[in-house]
């Protein structure tokens, strides 16, 4: 076996500020599932990693890490969009119709990662 079980061939893996708030965005916004935690002699978490459908989004810590974005499909932009403000994002741009199939908006979390949160609304694009 050449990967973990349950793992996909190519995670993105985020570098943030602060670990414990990306997890939680994660979850409360996208129902994402903390799959794994490795924690640093100190007992703080290190990495993280958490299930957003079906792929796994790697997390580290680092004060100060680089800007990131991320982009997401879900069945429903309009409810992810409006729990991932409630969660505390700002508005990155306003959900709409992009003229490219999609309906997408974006957000940038405490940590100051943008998420991009899309639904395809025309296949045909």
């Known amino acids: 076996m ?20 990306a997890v939680k965005f994660i979850k409360q916004v996208f129902g994402g599932k903390l799959t794994y935690e490795h924690r640093r002699p100190d007992g703080r978490v290190g990495h993280a990693e958490v299930r957003i459908d079906d792929t796994v989004v790697m997390i580290g810590e680092m004060p100060g890490g680089p800007e990131a974005q991320v982009h997401v499909y879900v069945s429903d932009v309009d409810a992810v969009f409006e729990r991932a403000l409630e969660a505390g994002a700002t508005v990155a741009q306003a959900v709409a119709e992009k003229g490219d199939g999609d309906r997408r908006g974006g957000v940038v979390d405490d940590c100051g990662t943008t998420w991009w949160i899309a639904t395809m609304v025309d296949p045909r694009g």
Request: proline share 15%.
């Open 2 to 21: 050449y990967k973990p079980e349950g793992q996909n061939s190519v995670s993105p893996y985020l570098v943030v500020a602060d670990l414990p708030v």
